[in-house]
């Protein structure tokens, strides 16, 4: 087995409460060779800003420095006003407007590219239509899996072409659960055979046409597990990485989300995920609760805590898909 260096800040990605970082939180970046950051609206409001100290951040970073961002479209969109608009998903896939998707989010992700973000927290590939108080509302391109199929292709080739990486959610499958997992576990009732017929094939088929990364949420499936999916052994493990032959990194939901707290401390959750498979573990902006996490997870890593060849795996996938970060 090859030897893996007890570097724990490469198996995160991180956010901060403040508009641009201060030196406490680039230093903290740059001393514990962190893997990424995650923005948020504040972060993107001044967009020549947000520009210029994202080319200053990277410079000092390791290649392969993870810039993510959510701007699915609709209601999900971190960039507002001046930014090329993107209608919601549901918009796009219920009117078959595939031509315009393609013209749209074109444009999004030149500029993307431009400003320096090389991650996109999407496609949303579950399976859902229409019900104002879920938590997927417009967020979904259709409930149906061909249309989910097209959409999801194209979104991935077109961030291809200007040099961004796609990351296909919610894992499992949020379509057919009840809950926001920003605020409480999400719940799905289906059993397992049930998943592998609805939920699972558009991301089966996301991962055939080359989506990065996946992320995996905060679902409870009591059918078939007693715990979080994203901190299930059988569900990122099992199901995602040996069933679906899935050979990038697992990116966690965020780790702060209210969700995760229905089931154990975030401490403990990021534990429990990273020992399930999950390789990348995100944290909201609350950043000073991240540090404490952070040094939780570096005293488990020094104990010998993790066995070897999860960490050979989580390094592996890891590094093979900052490789293509790399201009």
């Given at each position: 087995m090859a030897v893996v260096m007890?570097?724990?800040?490469?198996?995160?990605?991180?956010?901060?409460?403040?508009?641009?970082?201060?030196?406490?939180?680039?230093?903290?970046i740059l001393d514990n060779n962190i893997g990424g950051i995650v923005l948020f609206a504040n972060h993107?409001?001044?967009?020549?800003?947000?520009?210029?100290?994202?080319?200053?951040?990277?410079?000092?970073?390791?290649?392969?420095?993870?810039?993510?961002?959510?701007q699915e479209g609709g209601r999900v969109c971190r960039f507002g006003p001046g930014f090329p608009k993107l209608e919601a998903p549901r918009f796009y896939g219920h009117h078959r407007e595939?031509?315009?998707?393609?013209?749209?989010?074109?444009?999004?992700?030149?500029?993307?590219?431009?400003?320096?973000?090389?991650?996109?927290?999407?496609p949303t590939v579950d399976l859902f239509d229409t019900e104002t108080d879920h938590v997927l509302d417009s967020r979904t391109f259709s409930d149906n899996r061909e249309v989910v199929n097209k959409f999801a292709r194209l979104t991935i080739e077109i961030h291809h072409q200007f040099g961004l990486t796609t990351c296909a959610k919610h894992f499992p499958?949020?379509?057919?659960?009840?809950?926001?997992?920003h605020e409480v576990m999400a719940i799905s009732e289906l059993t397992e055979a049930e998943f592998n017929e609805v939920e699972l094939p558009p991301f089966e088929d996301a991962i055939k046409n080359g989506v990065d990364a996946v992320m995996a949420t905060h679902l409870a499936i009591p059918k078939v597990i007693d715990k979080p999916a994203l901190a299930s052994d059988k569900i990122v493990s099992g199901w995602l990485k040996t069933d679906l032959s899935f050979p990038g990194p697992v990116i966690t939901d965020d780790l702060l989300m209210l969700g995760g707290t229905d089931y154990t401390s975030p401490d403990q959750l990021a534990i429990e995920s990273f020992s399930a498979g999950s390789d990348l573990l995100l944290f909201g902006q609350d950043f000073k609760q991240f540090?404490?996490?952070?040094?939780?997870?570096?005293?488990?890593?020094?104990?010998?805590?993790?066995?070897?060849?999860?960490?050979?795996?989580?390094?592996?996938?890891?590094?093979a898909y900052r490789q293509k970060l790399i201009p």
């Open positions: 007890k570097s724990p800040g490469r198996f995160f990605l991180i956010s901060f409460p403040e508009k641009t970082p201060g030196d406490k939180i680039q230093y903290f993107c409001s001044d967009i020549d800003s947000l520009s210029s100290w994202l080319t200053d951040l990277k410079k000092s970073t390791d290649p392969g420095f993870i810039v993510a961002v959510d595939i031509d315009r998707y393609h013209s749209d989010l074109s444009r999004v992700c030149e500029k993307l590219a431009r400003i320096g973000i090389n991650l996109n927290l999407v499958g949020l379509g057919r659960s009840h809950g926001d997992p540090q404490k996490i952070y040094t939780q997870f570096s005293e488990r890593l020094d104990d010998d805590y993790f066995p070897g060849d999860r960490l050979a795996d989580a390094t592996a996938r890891i590094g």
